[in-house]
């Protein structure tokens, strides 16, 4: 189990608990999180489930795999901490993790 | 006015199954797909990925996957409208007329949406100010290359599209290519030729830059492109186009007075058949308590879907349900011979 929070483009922010396991965009579908659309449902197709990991936590999640790096050309605005949070699976040491939700997902 | 007793939108794999199910029962379909080929999500997102949960089929492809289903509706006619969006869906006493961006109009008592997650449009510029140049000055598809020719066009991406294009454009224009990393997802030989280029001077390469803003009155006349570490250039352009690939968007079927929760359509698990009478959804675009997005349920709806179909499109005839190995009538159909 770890809090995540997430932060959405208006700064609202949604702190959840997320079950280990789950991904943290799973965790933002899951409990209505608006701004992650996730169309392909996980898939690693889409790029519509994209966020902002903060600095701190970047280096922390587990490294992209091959594809990812692909599917963020596609994303909205990315930048050099986007990630697609489909990606992002959930343990206790990511307890705390911070994702900013981009404006749009297209 | 094209009449029919069933208009399927969308042509990827459940709408493909969906018409197998109509033509088997006896009755006529078309199907239109705003893609410019048969697939949907499997021929568009996923192509040369692994499936392994299709029924009876340890693994394929996207692209295996359509094949199949293409084949497995070889013994029908099935009319295929493609690079077509259903914009219209209005109600004509017991019809549907159904008209797309196109201007071709169905006459049908049945629709059945089966359209993923919506249509697939190019995804574009997060500039707010693209807008107004859009089809002027910027694009996200070529149709006319001519208009380009010795103009500056500068070309945002770094897939085969975007690499393809600015190769070929570079023979009569002047090319800037900006892409947001390094590394390119393109073909080799292309991601090579394009590096041939820029050593000829043929093309100019910006990696690591997006776009940050543009300017011009009537035609687009610069863009400001800005680096990770906040450097900006300035390029003097007379085109944008922009390659990023596509996204779904619900488009139209949002209009149709349809009930609509998070981009999926509520239906009844009988025929399903959404709150309005004639117009069913199937596949990943559908809702009803415990639904799966899974390939193998759009089967199941839309088998379902097509028996709904028949009472509407036959109303003086009965249904009568058959096996494929053993009905005479469905053989006939499939062109297989009978025992």
């Known amino acids: ?106 | 006015m094209i009449k029919t007793d069933a208009l399927i939108i969308g042509a990827g794999p459940t709408g493909l199954f969906t018409a197998h199910q109509l033509k088997l029962i006896g009755l006529e379909c078309e199907i239109v797909d705003n893609l410019d080929k048969i697939g949907g999500q499997c021929i568009e997102l996923y192509p040369d990925k692994p499936i392994y949960d299709i029924p009876a089929v340890p693994e394929c492809t996207g692209e295996e996957l359509t094949n199949n289903l293409i084949n497995q509706l070889k013994p029908f006619d099935i009319k295929f409208h493609l690079n077509e969006r259903v914009d219209e869906v209005k109600k004509d006493n017991d019809n549907w007329i159904v008209k797309t961006n196109n201007n071709t109009t169905f006459l049908t008592p049945n629709v059945i949406i089966a359209g993923g997650v919506g249509s697939f449009e190019p995804r574009k510029f997060p500039i707010k100010d693209c807008e107004k140049f859009e089809n002027k000055s910027i694009f996200y598809s070529i149709r006319n290359k001519k208009i380009f020719e010795n103009k500056t066009v500068t070309i945002f991406g770094g897939g085969d599209s975007a690499l393809d294009w600015a190769v070929e454009l570079s023979k009569n224009s002047k090319i800037n290519l900006i892409h947001r990393r390094e590394e390119f997802r393109a073909a080799q030989a292309t991601v090579d030729k394009v590096y041939e280029l820029v050593k000829e001077g043929k093309i100019s390469l910006f990696t690591r830059y997006q776009m940050a803003s543009i300017k011009g009155e009537n035609t687009l006349e610069s863009i400001d492109i800005k680096s990770d570490d906040k450097n900006v250039k300035t390029l003097k352009t007379d085109y944008a186009l922009g390659f990023f690939g596509l996204i779904m968007q619900l488009g139209p079927i949002a209009n149709w007075g349809l009930n609509i929760d998070k981009k999926t359509v509520e239906v009844d698990t009988e025929k399903f058949e959404t709150n309005q009478k004639g117009i069913y959804a199937v596949g990943d675009i559908c809702n009803y308590p415990g639904k799966l997005k899974l390939i193998l349920s759009g089967f199941h709806e839309g088998a379902l879907a097509a028996r709904a179909c028949f009472k509407l499109a036959r109303p003086n005839e009965k249904y009568r349900f058959e096996f494929t190995t053993s009905s005479k009538t469905l053989k006939d159909r499939l062109g297989v011979k009978s025992d």
């Open chain 1, 1 to 106: 189990m770890a809090k995540i929070t997430y932060i959405t483009h208006d700064n609202q922010n949604h702190t959840i608990e997320v079950q280990n396991g789950l991904s943290v965009m799973e965790g933002a579908v899951q409990n209505d999180i608006p701004g992650i659309d996730a169309d392909c449902g996980g898939g690693m197709a889409c790029a519509t489930c994209h966020v902002y990991v903060k600095e701190e936590w970047f280096d922390k999640i587990s490294a992209k795999e091959d594809g990812e790096e692909d599917m963020l050309d596609m994303a909205f605005e990315p930048k050099k901490n986007s990630r697609l949070s489909c990606q992002i699976i959930v343990s206790d040491e990511l307890d705390g993790l911070i994702v900013n939700i981009p404006s749009k997902q297209g």
